[in-house]
């Protein structure tokens, strides 16, 4: 699993680094993404589940607030958009799913970020020099 900053071209690369970083993940991980709309977050989780053996199409969970897939290591995409207070959060399941050893991934991370745990992994995702270079910033969480 590789730390840093990154810069991809296009949804392609960005689904490719995704798929790379995800390959060294060994369950247990909270993925926090950061990112305005359109930036790729739900790109780089489809690469995630790639990395992850995956096979099945992902998409945004907006409406349904988590979806689940089943891999080499099972992962939990949550969309956490309309997540509003802690009665929301608890509501999701977040906590249980924490406990269950796949990978949790949680775009909109923003509203719940008092919430994730101490080694959570932050990805921030922002625009380059063109609309389609996106900046993507891997980093270890606070207790890291």
Known sequence: MEFGRFKTENESQTVALA???AEGLTGGEVVAFFGTLGMGKTAFVRGMAKGLGIDESVSSPTYALVHEYEGRINLYH?????????DDLYSTGFFEYLEMGGVVAVEWSENI????????????????????????????????
Request: no cysteine.
């Open 113 to 144: 970020e008092n919430a994730l745990p101490d080694d959570t992994i932050f990805v921030t995702i922002s625009v380059g020099e063109n609309e389609n270079e996106r900046i993507i910033e891997i980093e270890r969480g606070r207790g890291q």
């Open 19 to 21: 798929q790379k970083f």
């Open 78 to 86: 949550f969309d956490m958009y309309r997540v509003d207070g802690w």
